[in-house]
């Protein structure tokens, strides 16, 4: 061996480690590119969804000004008031505004109240948020219960009304529950308190750190506002489970039927696996269809706080939207459309995410959809 070739293998040997690492990073990056892809499309949808929402807005027929001063405002000073908010502008002007406005997150000023946008946004989204998560949580808790029941007791009596339940999935609208419920546990039993609002009004609201109203209480360990939040969301919380429970009790249903006479299954049990490991195996198999419908029930919970937030007079997201229909707010109405988007894309890839983690064969899946 002559002397050019030791330094060739010499070399060889010292670089191998670096190719090897080199190699690993790659297909690590390739391994994860399906959450790129997924980040990629909620962005996509996202920024068409922001070009839809300026354009539809702006198709509202009518002055904006005019409808929002109930016709009280007039020559001059209508002329005035449009320039203010750049109304005379050109649409394209108008459109590469609305655009900055997003990137700076400053979202214009509101036509009914004169307010920044942005600062109602900060106040209300958090609430909603609370509300909706609640409602989404608890939901999620009901649906794995009642499935778990339905599926080791498939001969009871009530499992059978559970599947019957869950086969109306969507049936009775939440309006329709919650005027129900209103009806029976507030005017005739009197067991919530009144629809007025999320605080008592003899109690002060606790500093705003978070914005959102449970948890700011309880930082500040203001618990009489805490309990007084709880109680005034505990009835919404309840018609939202009510309402949105069947979709998932369905879902996880469906998808425990499949699993339980999967080869998987049975090999376990017939292997002698406990009885826990075998439940544990069906669930872990089923849940990533669950998951995924998870991002679809937070979408209708959103579409449903718009009624039910007006109807329990919370004042959160929901509220603010139909004020601002009312007001023709059209600053207020589409920051309310693009920020609930947001909201949806943002759930949607999270359950994305997580249904990927959950059966990794979904992420090759989505690759082909793609």
């Given at each position: 061996?002559?002397?050019?070739t ?74 005035a ?5 750049g ?23 509101s036509i009914a109240?004169?307010r920044?946008?942005?600062?109602d946004m ?95 209480a ?31 009790v ?53 579409g ?11 004042g ?11 007001a ?10 693009v ?32």
């Amino acid at each position: 061996m002559t002397a050019e070739t030791t330094i060739v293998i010499s070399e060889t040997h010292e670089n191998a480690p670096s190719r090897d690492l080199a190699g690993a990073v790659v297909a690590r990056l390739r391994a994860n590119l399906w959450i790129a892809r997924a980040a990629g499309t909620a962005i996509v949808n996202f920024l068409i969804f922001v070009v839809l929402a300026f354009f539809l807005v702006k198709m509202i027929p009518g002055d904006p000004l005019v409808s929002a001063s109930g016709g009280q405002l007039s020559g001059a000073a209508l002329e005035a008031a449009r320039d203010s908010y750049g109304l005379n502008e050109s649409w394209i002007s108008q459109f590469g505004t609305y655009l900055h406005g997003l990137a700076t997150f400053d979202l214009g000023s509101s036509i009914a109240t004169g307010r920044p946008v942005a600062d109602d946004m900060a106040t209300r989204v958090p609430a909603t948020i609370e509300l909706v998560g609640s409602g989404l949580f608890f939901g999620a808790l009901v649906s794995l219960a009642l499935s778990y029941f339905v599926v080791t007791r498939p001969k009871n009596l009530i499992a059978g009304a559970v599947r019957g339940y869950a086969r109306a999935a969507g049936a009775v609208p939440e309006y329709v529950i919650g005027i129900a419920f209103l009806f029976i546990f507030f005017a005739t039993l009197h067991w919530v308190p009144a629809p007025s609002g999320r605080l008592d009004p003899l109690l002060m609201p606790p500093p705003q750190v978070t914005g959102f109203p449970i948890l700011d209480a309880l930082i500040a360990g203001d618990m009489p506002a805490a309990s007084s939040y709880v109680a005034h969301l505990f009835l919404p919380v309840v018609v939202m489970v009510v309402a949105h429970s069947a979709i998932l009790v369905k879902t996880l249903i469906l998808s425990l039927d499949k699993e339980i006479d999967s080869p998987a299954t049975r090999f376990r049990i017939a292997s002698g696996a406990p009885r826990r490991t075998v439940l544990l195996g069906i669930y872990r198999r089923a849940l990533p269809t669950a998951v995924a419908m998870l991002g679809m029930v937070f979408g209708l919970l959103l579409g449903g706080a718009v009624v039910l937030e007006s109807l329990f007079g919370l004042g959160g997201l929901g509220q603010y939207a139909v004020d601002a229909v009312k007001a023709s707010d059209v600053y207020a109405l589409r920051s309310f459309l693009v920020v609930t988007a947001g909201l949806c894309l943002a759930a949607y890839f999270l359950t994305d995410i997580a249904t990927g983690l959950l059966d990794p064969r979904r992420r090759s899946a989505r690759k082909q959809e793609i």
